[in-house]
């Protein structure tokens, strides 16, 4: 049976508005002589370190690289969305060899910056972008995200007692309708009669990293009869899980194992992205010289998704709940199912 390891993340208190790179040396000017080791430029996502979720894994992807590549890394936290191009840009000119965007919003940004500089690799994980004249020092990095909330919507119809189940996104994009397009084929999956409700934080970036708007959306699911919500909304989806401990509900985590983020029993489970195997899977082809761009895609069959079952949730997943959910991934993975990847 395939199933995505489960890395545990501790939030690093670190200010949103902070902006000296960790881990990082002050000379930042290029040089012509050749770096013995490469060097790893990485730009988090607005919200940055401490979202027990996309940026901390990532993180921890750049940090095993260090440790068993040993590959010097660069990194930088964009204290807002006007930070990302500068900092990025500074890499480029820098001594950084291959640098990493962590987002989405990074993708019209490293698509010019590898035109600008071919002489450097660039990466973003979930380029958004298409895939014709991409240049070839470029790297987007995509994930089948449906076929994890498949999984997970399952779980959650499976432990509903209401027969409802919600959903709360960050940002309103194709990128998060495909977290809400497979949650609902995996709850209606196994009960075809749930009742699936939806709501999004906002339009842009900052509808990542808003819990007070993540809580309101929560309640208001709440109070409409769903008992469980998954969220997937980088810090915002943290107001999620303090709705859900204040109306003795329960709520379902997003790209990392976040059970640690509220009260025993509250997070049934968690999927899984592990956005640190595909930085690190990157950085390791390009410092062993196997470098490619274009796209790269990966989903339940190539490891990179999952869900949380363990220790913290074995006697809320039953043997009897993980059986089925299994036999679902493994149809999932052989092709028997197509999960939909937008909301019909």
């Not at 049934?268 to 930085?279: A, D, F, P, Q, R």
């Not at 990157?282 to 410092?287: C, E, G, K, M």
């Amino acid at each position: 049976m395939r199933r995505c390891p489960v890395i545990a993340f501790l939030p690093l208190l670190i200010a949103p508005t902070l902006i000296t790179p960790l881990f990082v040396s002050p000379l930042f000017a290029q040089t012509s002589a050749p770096a013995a080791k490469p060097t790893i430029g990485l730009v988090y996502s607005v919200g940055g370190l401490g979202d027990a979720s996309f940026n901390d894994s990532a993180h921890d992807g750049l940090t095993r690289a260090k440790k068993e590549l040993g590959v010097e890394t660069l990194e930088f936290e964009p204290g807002d969305a006007s930070q990302r191009m500068p900092l990025a840009r500074r890499l480029a000119a820098g001594k950084a060899d291959l640098i990493f965007g962590i987002g989405l919003f990074f993708s019209d940004d490293f698509l010019a910056l590898a035109r600008e500089f071919p002489n450097r690799k660039f990466a973003v994980v979930d380029y958004s972008g298409a895939e014709e004249g991409m240049p070839a020092n470029l790297l987007g990095i995509r994930f089948r995200e449906q076929e994890g909330a498949y999984l997970v919507g399952a779980i959650a119809a499976l432990l509903s007692r209401t027969g409802a189940v919600g959903f709360v996104g960050g940002m309103d994009s194709p990128l998060i309708r495909k977290f809400e397009a497979g949650y609902r084929a995996g709850a209606k999956a196994v009960k075809p009669e749930t009742k699936v409700l939806a709501a999004y934080a906002g339009m842009t970036g900052e509808a990542f990293a808003n819990p007070p708007k993540g809580k309101e959306l929560a309640l208001a699911q709440f109070d409409a009869g769903a008992d469980i919500i998954f969220q997937a909304a980088g810090t915002t989806g943290f107001g999620v899980f303090k709705a859900a401990e204040e109306r003795g509900r329960r709520a379902v985590g997003v790209d990392a194992d976040q059970s640690k983020m509220a009260a025993p029993r509250v997070i049934v489970t968690s999927m899984l992205k592990v956005t640190g195997e595909t930085v690190f899977q990157s950085i390791r082809d390009f410092a062993e010289g196997r470098w490619q761009g274009g796209i790269r895609e990966f989903g339940l069959k190539e490891g990179a998704l999952g869900y949380v079952a363990n220790e913290s949730n074995k006697d809320i997943l039953t043997p009897e709940i993980r059986k089925q959910v299994d036999e679902l991934e493994d149809k999932i993975i052989a092709g028997e199912i197509k999960v939909p990847s937008a909301v019909e």
